[in-house]
Structure formats: structure tokens, C-alpha cells
């Protein structure tokens, strides 16, 4: 096994005992936070309305019987402090049995899922509206440009998508990162392909495609250029425009594992061997390169996702240790903190508005409110219901808020074949007790404060389940 999984920190974050589940296994090569593999495939003969539809949503709360905290009993207390913000609750879930969920992306009212089943699903108001799949490797991250669809893939490849004309609902791949062209192009003249660091002849021949897994994917700030981080150590850049890769950067000593565009033209990367590097942008008269700026943080353990604030101004960074550093930018990119709650890796992040949302390896979701114009985080709940690690996260604003009220649905996806679906309140109390402790059955002991969300019934028979198409 290469130097780019051998991080233990990230190891052993994945190998606790989750009882609960019903089969472990794992794959060839996995992912160096992906080690555990949960299947909650119902039994034969189970009366799951699941085989009716996969999306089902939560029923009144006050019908729901949680082994934690009550739903219920949760709402009437949040009311009781405050009446100018409504409740965060599950919404709902959707469930295929074909694959654990890897990536996720949002657009309007559509979501994309991505899973090691190779499908790439497109949902619209909870129900399937679109499917396509690739040829080969597992869909490790998806981002949208425009009328495009890229996917990354554990193959190495950036698969490109676009819905037909005619028929919204019909997805078809209009080019593969790298492609037959650039394998010519390059091996004419290897050296007009583009700018590429090393002096070694072989090694600028093989710089404009990727090595190993693509592991994270984004778009640049004015959305011209698209990053792509992999297991090969490197970043690449390609131009949206014409689908070419117009640079390579050997970034990490281990795997990239987060890739993310900032502000004044800044580029993050975070790695397996511990660090959050800078990189400057320079549009140049031909074409663009990026140059090293300075190392962030330099730790022990992996670092696993980053992510940028909406208003950006903030940095945060998730690690295998389970917590969240963040940078501020109007400090000189000065440490502001350390975030502590999780028991396990933090796996992926998302921010918006005033929230930042992370989540992990210990099954929950922890949502962080920062005041506007500074102080310190404070966690609103920990959204719970998932029998795997959460493996990705998006986030879109609720259309649908009160007046003077501000909140936000979040897609969670998880290793345990599921995307679950929740609204979130920016106005909603801090939790009473901060530190969460994972549920008896996972060998926490329970706790947790009153804002802790519960499991909404995915597979019962009191839910609302809609026709499926």
C-alpha cells in the first residue's frame, strides 16, 4: 500500500465497532478516511415502504418515539426560549440500495448524488427525476458550472456531463479530463502542453492526467478553471472553456484530499500528511500559473476537508482527530481557534451564512454559528440519524423561511447508502451541553443537550411516502 494511506490517525478513526450494522467490508485501495463500509440493507421480506419509494419524510414530531431525546419535547423547549426561529428537524431521507453516497451537489431544485455504484442520481422535490453512470470508477466528488456537470472519479478521470436540449431529464457525457486529444497533443510536443514544474521528460508527459483517485473537485472564483486534488499528491488545473488541463502543481509529501478557492485569487489544499497549504494565482498573458504562499497548519494527523465562509472571511479545515481549525482573513490568515466536539474524523464541510456545518466519522453532523462581526463559534445542534460515517455535505437556502429569519436545508450523505434532508435556523439557541456523546448503542454512553436532533423514522410506516417516478 502506498505512503498516501498510511496515516493511522485516519485509520483508526474508521475502525470503531458500529454494533448496530449489519455487514463491514471494505475494498481494494480505500480511501484513506473511507475505511469503513456500512450495509443497512433491509432483509428479505421486510415491510420497508422503501420498496414503494426511496424518499421518506418525517411524520408529525409529536408522533415520533426516539431513543434519546424527543422530538417533541426538543420543539417545545426551543419554543419556550425563543418564538422568533423555527426548530431544526430532519426532514427526510432518500435510500437506494446500490451504493454507499460520496459526493453531493445542489442546483436549484435539484441534487446531484454520486456513489460507488458508479450512478450519478439527480433528484428533483425529493423524487428521481434523472440518472447516468459511468463507465468505470466510483464518484468521489461532482461540481456544477454553468450547464455542465463535472464528476471526479476513483479512477483518476473528470468525467463531463450536460443535460440534452430537449429533454432536461436525459444527462449525456460530452468529454472525459483527460482525453484522446490531449494524449496526442502532449505526446507531439510534450513541451507546449503546458507548464509543468519537473525537468524530467517522462514525468511532464504523464502531468496532464492523474495518477491515482480524484478526491475533491472545485471551481475557481470566476468559475474559468476547475481544481482537481488526487491521491497522486498534485492539483491540477483545467479550463472549463475547452475542457484542457493547463496546469499541474505537485503540492503534498500524501494524498490531497481537500481543494478549495478562496479569496484574492487563493487557492487551499489539504493533505494527508498534516498540512493546509496557500496558493497564489497569477493570470499571466497566456496563460495561469499558481505559486506556493505559506503553510497554514502542519499537524500529526490528516487533514480531510476545507472549506471557505460565504462571506469570506473565514477558513476552516476538518482533520482525522475530529476537529475544525479556522483562519481569519482579516487577521493575516492568523489561527482564530480550535473547534471541538467530534469523537471521530471529520469527514467533510460546509458553510453558509452565519453556519458552518461538519461532518464525521462518529455518525453526526455538528452545526457552528460565529456572530457576524466576530466572537466565538458556538454549536446550534448535533443533527443525528445516520448508521454511517457522513461522508458529504451541501447546503441551499430555505426559499421557504419565515420573515426576519434565515434558514437552510442541508443534504447529508452518508456511508450508510442514504442522503438525509434537514432544515436548519440560524436563529436557533446554542446547545446547552456542548459536548456530544455518541448514543449507548455506539458505545458513547448517550447525553448530549436538548438541541440535539433525533432519528426521524426512514423506514416507518406513519410516513408520508411519495409516488415514485
Known amino acids: 500500500m502506498s505512503s498516501m494511506h498510511k496515516k493511522g490517525t485516519s485509520r483508526d478513526v474508521n475502525s470503531q465497532a458500529f454494533t448496530k450494522l449489519t455487514k463491514v467490508e471494505t475494498i481494494p485501495d480505500p480511501d484513506i478516511y473511507d475505511i469503513t463500509y456500512v450495509d443497512i440493507s433491509p432483509s428479505e421480506g421486510s415491510s420497508s415502504p422503501l420498496s414503494k419509494s426511496p424518499w421518506s419524510v ?20 426551543t419554543k419556550e426560549k425563543s418564538t422568533n426561529h423555527s426548530p431544526n428537524i430532519l426532514l427526510g431521507s432518500l435510500v437506494r440500495e446500490e451504493g454507499h453516497i460520496y459526493s453531493l451537489a445542489t442546483s436549484g431544485d435539484l441534487l446531484y448524488t454520486g456513489s460507488d455504484s458508479k450512478n450519478i442520481r439527480v433528484w428533483k422535490n425529493h423524487v428521481e427525476f434523472s440518472s447516468f453512470k459511468s463507465n468505470s470508477g466510483l464518484v468521489k466528488a461532482i461540481v456544477l458550472a454553468g450547464d455542465k456537470i463535472f464528476t471526479g472519479h476513483q479512477d ?6 450536460k443535460a440534452a436540449s430537449k429533454e432536461s431529464n436525459v ?7 483527460p482525453n484522446l486529444l490531449d494524449y496526442i497533443r502532449n505526446s507531439i510536443v510534450p513541451s507546449s502542453y503546458f507548464n509543468f514544474t519537473r525537468r524530467n521528460r517522462s514525468s511532464a508527459a504523464l502531468g496532464f492526467r492523474h495518477l491515482d483517485a480524484i478526491s475533491c473537485l472545485a471551481l475557481s472564483e470566476d468559475k474559468r478553471l476547475l481544481y482537481s486534488g488526487s491521491w497522486d499528491k498534485t492539483f491540477k488545473v483545467w479550463r472549463v472553456s475547452d475542457l484542457r488541463c493547463v496546469e499541474s502543481v505537485n503540492a503534498h509529501e500524501d494524498a490531497v484530499n481537500a481543494v478549495v478557492s478562496g479569496f484574492d485569487g487563493l487557492v487551499f489544499t489539504g493533505s494527508a500528511d498534516g498540512t493546509v497549504k496557500v496558493w497564489r494565482r497569477e493570470d499571466q498573458a497566456k496563460d495561469t500559473k499558481h505559486f506556493f504562499s505559506e503553510t497554514l497548519l502542519k499537524q500529526d494527523c490528516a487533514v480531510t476537508a476545507i ?10 479545515c476538518g482533520s482525522s482527530d475530529g476537529t475544525v481549525n479556522f483562519w481569519e482573513r482579516e487577521n493575516n490568515m492568523k489561527n482564530g481557534g480550535v473547534l471541538k466536539g467530534h469523537k471521530l474524523a471529520v469527514l467533510c464541510l460546509v458553510a453558509a451564512g452565519n453556519l458552518m456545518f461538519s461532518g464525521s466519522a462518529d455518525l453526526g453532523i455538528r452545526v457552528w454559528r460565529r456572530p457576524e462581526g466576530g466572537g466565538e ?3 446550534l445542534s448535533v443533527l443525528t440519524g445516520h448508521a454511517g460515517p457522513v461522508k458529504c455535505l451541501a447546503v441551499e437556502r430555505d426559499q421557504e423561511s419565515v420573515s426576519g429569519e434565515r434558514r437552510w436545508i442541508v443534504y447529508s450523505g452518508s456511508l450508510d447508502r442514504s442522503v438525509k434532508m434537514w432544515r436548519v435556523s440560524e436563529s436557533s439557541p ?8 455518541l448514543p449507548d448503542q455506539f458505545g458513547g454512553g448517550g447525553g448530549g443537550g436538548p438541541a440535539e436532533l433525533t432519528v426521524a423514522p426512514s423506514f416507518s410506516a406513519q410516513g408520508r411516502i411519495s409516488p415514485q417516478k
Open 58 to 77: 418525517q411524520v408529525d414530531p409529536s408522533a415520533v418515539d426516539s431513543p434519546y431525546h424527543s422530538v417533541k419535547a426538543m420543539t417545545d423547549t
Open 156 to 161: 483518476g478521470k473528470i468525467r463531463v456531463w
Open 171 to 177: 444527462h449525456r457525457r460530452v468529454g472525459t479530463m
Open 307 to 316: 472549506a471557505v465562509d460565504q462571506s469570506a472571511t473565514l477558513v476552516y
Open 377 to 379: 463559534h458556538v454549536c
Open 430 to 437: 446554542p446547545m446547552v451541553n456542548q459536548e456530544f456523546k
